[in-house]
């Protein structure tokens, strides 16, 4: 299986040396498709230092002045938020998410969508999404850096293929 059918979206990134860890975090992964979303201050010589080598990411990512047109050709898309809503939308942890992201992949575009550095997504962009995630942090400090949180699930989604094509070989 390839991860060619899994785009990572940032929606209006604040910081151009976060798209440039974030575009790291996928590289290391194995990760390229990088779909931006109203980026401030993109390209920028901080976003390349910042990629550590991962160029081919930055220099290969969408720009688009929508969520729409970011997400159009994903079948399934997987919103990340790190507050609890009081709107039940349907959310779990990575790990079951991550399995049904793959489950997906392998007919179709995915999209893991991350909002912005401050805010988060708003209740518009999550009730684009078919899954939401949250990353299980410590309650007292629930801050986590952009990069980290695309690494984070970006290896979740490695390690569950990995599992589930062993568990395809042993079939």
């Given at each position: ?134 990353i299980p942090v410590n309650e ?32």
């Open positions: 299986m390839s991860l060619d059918n899994i785009a990572v979206v940032l929606v209006r990134t604040s910081h151009p040396g976060n798209i440039g860890a974030a575009a790291r975090a996928m590289a290391n992964m194995g990760l390229s498709d990088l779909r931006l979303i109203e980026p401030t201050g993109f390209p920028s010589e901080e976003a390349t230092a910042r990629a550590a080598g991962a160029n081919h990411v930055l220099e290969n990512a969408q720009i688009c002045p929508t969520l729409d047109e970011a997400i159009a050709d994903s079948e399934f898309v997987v919103g990340t938020t790190a507050r609890s809503r009081s709107i039940a939308w349907p959310s779990s942890d990575p790990v079951s998410v991550m399995t049904e992201l793959v489950t997906q992949s392998r007919v179709g575009k995915v999209s893991l969508l991350f909002g912005r550095e401050a805010s988060g997504l708003t209740n518009e962009e999550l009730d684009r999404c078919q899954r939401h995630v949250r007292e400090y629930p801050s986590l850096n952009l990069a980290a949180a695309v690494l984070i699930l970006a290896m979740n989604c490695v390690v569950r293929m990995a599992q589930m094509k062993d568990c395809r070989m042993m079939e």
